[in-house]
């Protein structure tokens, strides 16, 4: 028996949850897709998503997470990773995008430049 494995991969799942609770039609949201992009991605439909997207991983999103839930790039980082991205400025840089999640010692992260 192989070790593969038909699970849906986390970014496909995401897509298709944007899909579903913003009544996207199936293949119209893709893995860079942001509010920007769809018709009707406001505040609602954001609380809206973030609900689902609770529900379809069985996670919880913060306030801080559903104001900062506006792309699908966004929503599979908060999946993947578990805790929090924010734009952020790097002291004597630029802007990146910081994702963290939760260990033993306290919360690790990295960072991306964007």
């Known amino acids: 028996m192989s070790g ?3 699970e849906k991969s986390v970014e496909l799942r995401v897509i298709e949850v944007v899909e ?3 009544g996207c039609p199936p293949g119209t949201v893709g893995p860079r897709t942001s509010a920007d992009d769809v018709e ?10 973030s609900m689902a997207i609770e529900q ?3 996670i919880v999103l913060t306030a ?6 506006v792309s699908v790039p966004v929503a599979v980082a908060f ?17 990146s995008l910081a994702v ?3 260990s033993k010692q306290g919360v ?3 960072r991306i430049g964007v």
Do not use: K
């Open 4 to 6: 593969h494995t038909h």
């Open 20 to 22: 579903r609770t913003l």
């Open 40 to 49: 009707g991605w406001d505040s609602i439909a954001q609380l809206n998503l």
């Open 56 to 58: 379809e991983f069985g």
């Open 64 to 69: 801080e997470h559903v104001m900062d839930l």
């Open 79 to 95: 999946v993947t990773f578990g805790v929090r991205i924010a734009g952020q400025v790097e002291p004597g840089g630029g802007p």
């Open 100 to 102: 963290g999640w939760e």
């Open 108 to 110: 690790d992260q990295f």
